[in-house]
Nanobody
Framework: QVQLVESGGGPVQAGGSLRLSCAAS?????MGWFRQPPGKEREFVAT????????YYADSVKGRFTISRDNAKNAVYLQMNNLKPEDTAVYYC?????????????????WGQGTQVTVSS
């Protein structure tokens, strides 16, 4: 069982930046960030494999968001720059029982509680 705790969310103005962090209780394998905008389904944001050598991003965040990890701290991060109102959502960290990055939520075994990001125009 892996426990995940996200932090770093909050209100921000459009064009601003936030850095989300996710701390895992056990050895995490591939990890990902997903988000759920108000009234919408959960969607993929970014994923990273265990070594950090492979990353994938949703087209909507490519060039603005960066996923990274620190395996010594069992942590994954999401640097979000040039935020837009449409980035407003609850952001979730997730872990797979596999070393390979994956873009669909069905491939993840453990999820955090989520952290709210609100971007105002």
């Amino acid at each position: 069982q892996v426990q995940l705790v996200e932090s770093g969310g909050g209100p921000v103005q459009a064009g601003g930046s936030l850095r989300l962090s996710c701390a895992a209780s056990g050895r995490p394998y591939a990890m990902g960030w997903f988000r759920q905008p108000p009234g919408k389904e959960r969607e993929f944001v970014a994923t990273i494999n265990w070594s950090g050598s492979t990353t994938y991003y949703a087209d909507s965040v490519k060039g603005r968001f960066t996923i990274s990890r620190d395996n010594a701290k069992n942590a994954v991060y999401l640097q979000m720059n040039n935020l837009k109102p449409e980035d407003t959502a609850v952001y979730y960290c997730a872990v797979r029982s596999s070393n390979y990055a994956y873009t669909h939520p069905s491939g993840y075994d453990y999820w955090g509680q989520g952290t709210q990001v609100t971007v105002s125009s």
